[in-house]
T-cell receptor, first 110, second 114 residues
């Protein structure tokens, strides 16, 4: 039931782009994206409710393909502050559980 | 500051003991979630309460229990503690169903079992 994220880790130079994928085996109602810096609490980035809808937050955007139960997080022109672990969280139609994925560790270097 | 308060921030105890972790949600939030995060691991869903009632359950051990009180604060009770229970326990709150909004996380309670 836990969504699967890929890749597990990404290393970037400032200004480079990255894509993080999240897929589930269950029909999804929503997908959340959170970023967690080391030793801190996860912080909300965005939520996607409709199939194919894309939302944005600064230079971070995401898409949700409801039919494929997949979501992708796009980070463009990465900044040092983007470093952290990114988690997708999925909610299916029959439950209020928000189940988080395995996480993707992103490191941005100057 | 997310507005979610968790106490204690740090707790060190011995195997076999029992501890209680407390969470005060953001003002007005009816829903409380508990997650366990072991060292460098993901966020494991434990349990969710909505307005005092249990709404969803994850892989919560039988040694663990939780409740949400009329004032909406929640407590997570961990008993017969084992070394493997050492982890960061997060509480998060939201206004209603998850699909309607974001989760606001507390800073976590770090439990160390020796």
């Amino acid at each position: 039931q836990q969504p699967v994220q890929s890749p597990q880790a990404v290393i970037l130079r400032e200004g480079e782009d990255a894509v993080i994928n999240c897929s589930s085996s269950k029909a999804l109602y929503s997908v959340h994206w959170y970023r967690q810096k080391h030793g801190e609490a996860p912080v909300f980035l965005m939520i996607l409710l409709k199939g194919g809808e894309q939302k944005g937050h600064e230079k971070i955007s995401a898409s949700f393909n409801e039919k494929k139960q997949q979501s992708s997080l796009y980070l463009t022109a990465s900044q040092l502050s983007y470093s952290g672990t990114y988690f997708c969280g999925t909610e299916s139609r029959d439950t209020d559980k928000l189940i988080f994925g395995t996480g993707t560790r992103l490191q941005v270097f100057p | 500051d997310s507005g979610v308060t968790q106490t204690p921030k740090h707790l060190i105890t011995a195997t076999g003991q029992r501890v209680t972790l407390r969470c005060s949600p953001r003002s007005g939030d009816l829903s409380v979630y508990w997650y366990q995060q072991s060292l460098d691991q993901g966020l494991q869903f434990l349990i969710q309460y909505y307005n005092g009632e249990e709404r969803a359950k994850g892989n919560i051990l039988e040694r663990f229990s939780a409740q949400q009180f009329p004032d909406l604060h929640s407590e997570l009770n961990l008993s017969s503690l084992e070394l493997g229970d050492s982890a960061l326990y997060f509480c998060a709150s939201t206004g209603g169903g998850v699909g309607t909004g974001e989760l606001f996380f507390g800073e976590g309670s770090r439990l160390t079992v020796l």
